[in-house]
Nanobody, 123 residues
Framework: QVQLVESGGGLVQAGDSLRLSCAASGRTFSNYGMGWFRQAPGKEREFVAT????????YYSDSVKGRFTISRDNAKNTMYLQMNSLKPEDTAVYYC????????????????WGRGTQVTVSS
């Protein structure tokens, strides 16, 4: 079992940057692949980015590639999502997720989820 808590969301203007954090506790963080998803009202949960246990592999959705960077610090039990050049279309609740299996791009690949943090981008 692992507990996940997101932080760092807020209200920003288009073009601004935010860094989200996901703090993990309960089990060894390095045992888990990690991912970020987002969900806007009335829409399905959308894959954003994923990172493998040792950071050897990262993968991004086309909509955020080149603007967002996923990273992790296993010594701090924390995963990050650096979001640059934010657009109004990025507005959503952002969730971090963990899996004891290989990190993937679908929600079903993940075992544990945080409660989410709101990101709102105004135009």
């Amino acid at each position: 079992q692992v507990q996940l808590v997101e932080s760092g969301g807020g209200l920003v203007q288009a073009g601004d940057s935010l860094r989200l954090s996901c703090a993990a506790s309960g089990r060894t963080f390095s045992n888990y692949g990690m991912g970020w998803f987002r969900q806007a009202p009335g829409k399905e949960r959308e894959f954003v980015a994923t990172i493998s246990r040792t950071s050897a592999f990262t993968y991004y959705s086309d909509s955020v590639k080149g603007r967002f960077t996923i990273s992790r610090d296993n010594a701090k039990n924390t995963m990050y999502l650096q979001m640059n050049s934010l657009k109004p279309e990025d507005t959503a609740v952002y969730y971090c997720a963990a899996t004891s299996r290989m990190a993937g791009t679908t929600p079903g690949a993940y075992d544990y989820w945080g409660r989410g943090t709101q990101v709102t981008v105004s135009s």
